[in-house]
């Protein structure tokens, strides 16, 4: 018999996790120009379809399946999701999952994480990329980037980077965050740049839908990381306080730059400050106190803005929604942040963070799983890049007339606001 508290609170945190693609939608439909609104929103609900169908079939096992055996990879004992319902009438040997909930639960939770991943991608890429292009990476990336990841990170005893390196994942810093923001920067320069980058300036044209995007974004972010202790005890609960914590801090360390810097504070600016800190508690948010969690949320805001500002200015990528400088460059600094503030009584590994021990082991094998990160993902991200691009005829770009007009009217004949007239 399965526990119908726990199961409930993995239902619900499943469904706030589920609800951040449409909001990520408007978050980045708000941040795109108007001729590209429609384009960017499905997109991103492009994603919702396609994973739901790769986790279902494959993904899945892939990532949890199998005995735990391989470091890389789960299994192909599960695809098609069998053996779950024997799980939940009570006739596998032995729960596939927690016992404490039914398996199923856990695979639609993390099919959720699996769709946010992906679609946080298709911002590096607006504005200029082929509809069919990116609905065909996605559906390859899900199969053979992301659940190896997973694995690797979360896949329990003997995997790669969770056991034998050491380092600690709470909620997606390495599986989420570096790897969605590391595929976008390396998609958006296979792509090559807008016309007019660093010439025109691209300004968001709809800043309540940012706004919007950034509330959905963090009501499931609530889900997101207090649904990673699986359990509905009280380092959940620390979880979702330091979300509310990090987020906080992140949004007012934001505001404080752009005052510092601009002269003027902004709403987008508000909103992008309370992603960045979303994203860099994630790998920490169930390893550190409350204080530590706003410390963090203080320092990503200036470290994300530099890299959305300078970084991207200087080395002239086009990453068009920032996803690298905000999920790779904030992922990478709560993943470090982890080996420094985290409660040694909390962590996964005999380690806890330099700042209570003094020593740098869980420091260093922080450093290293995102080194492994990045050249697992980023190697594998180029390599199917080329070969998607090989696959629409050399180029993942539109024509310059299609990206002139804008891709909601040229690709998919829609237009998010077309002319009133007093009837529509």
């Known amino acids: 018999m399965f526990d119908t508290g726990s199961t409930g609170f993995m239902l619900v945190c499943a469904m706030l996790v589920l609800l951040m693609t449409p909001g990520l939608a408007f978050f980045y439909g708000g941040l795109s120009r108007r001729k590209n609104v429609v384009n960017t929103m499905l997109m991103s609900f492009a994603v919702l379809g396609i994973v739901g169908v790769t986790w279902t079939v494959c993904g899945w096992s892939f990532a949890y399946g199998g005995d735990g055996s391989l470091p ?54 607006a504005g200029r990329v082929k509809f069919g292009a990116v609905c065909a990476f996605t559906a390859v990336w899900t199969v053979v980037v992301y659940p190896p990841l997973a694995h690797m990170v979360w896949g329990g005893e003997g995997s790669l980077v969770g056991d034998m390196i050491g380092a600690l994942d709470f909620a997606g810093g390495d599986v989420v965050h570096i790897s969605s923001g590391l595929t976008g920067l390396v998609l958006c320069v296979i792509a090559g740049k807008r016309k007019g980058f660093a010439v025109m300036s691209y300004r968001p044209h709809n800043v309540p839908f940012v706004a919007l995007g950034a509330t959905l974004l963090w009501f499931g972010w609530f889900g997101f990381n207090a649904g990673s202790e699986f359990s509905p005890d009280g380092v959940a609960a620390l ?112 380690f806890g963070g330099l700042l209570y021990t003094g020593d740098p082991t869980l420091l260093g094998a922080q450093v290293l799983g995102i080194l492994v990160t990045a050249a697992f993902v980023g190697v594998l991200d180029v390599a199917l890049g080329f070969i998607v691009k090989a696959c629409f005829k050399g180029s993942l770009r539109v024509g310059e007339a299609e990206e002139a007009q804008g891709l909601d009217v040229t690709a998919h004949g829609e237009s998010a606001y077309p002319a009133y007239v007093g009837l529509d």
């Not at 856990?106 to 992906?118: K, L, N, P, S, Y």
């Not at 320092?299 to 400088?325: E, H, M, N, Q, W």
């Open 239 to 350: 979880a979702l306080v330091n979300t509310v914590a990090a987020s906080s801090a992140a949004l007012v360390s934001w505001l404080a730059v752009e005052r510092a810097r601009d002269g003027k504070p902004t709403l987008v600016g508000a909103a992008t400050g309370l992603v960045a800190g979303l994203v860099v508690i994630t790998p920490a948010a169930g390893f550190v106190e409350p204080w530590a969690a706003a410390a963090m949320g203080v320092i990503v805001s200036p470290v994300c803005y530099a890299a959305v500002s300078f970084l991207k200015r200087t080395f002239g990528y086009d990453d068009a929604l920032d996803a690298f400088g905000i999920h790779a460059v904030g992922g990478v600094t709560g993943g470090i942040l982890t080996g420094l503030f985290c409660v040694p009584e909390l962590s996964w590994t005999d």
């Open 72 to 125: 890389f990879f789960g299994g192909f004992d599960q695809l098609g999701l069998a053996g779950l319902v024997a799980d939940i009438v009570g006739e596998a040997p032995e729960a596939l999952s927690h016992d404490a909930y039914p398996a199923m639960a856990d695979v639609v939770f993390q099919m959720a994480f699996c769709m946010i991943t992906t679609a946080i991608v298709t911002g590096a890429v």
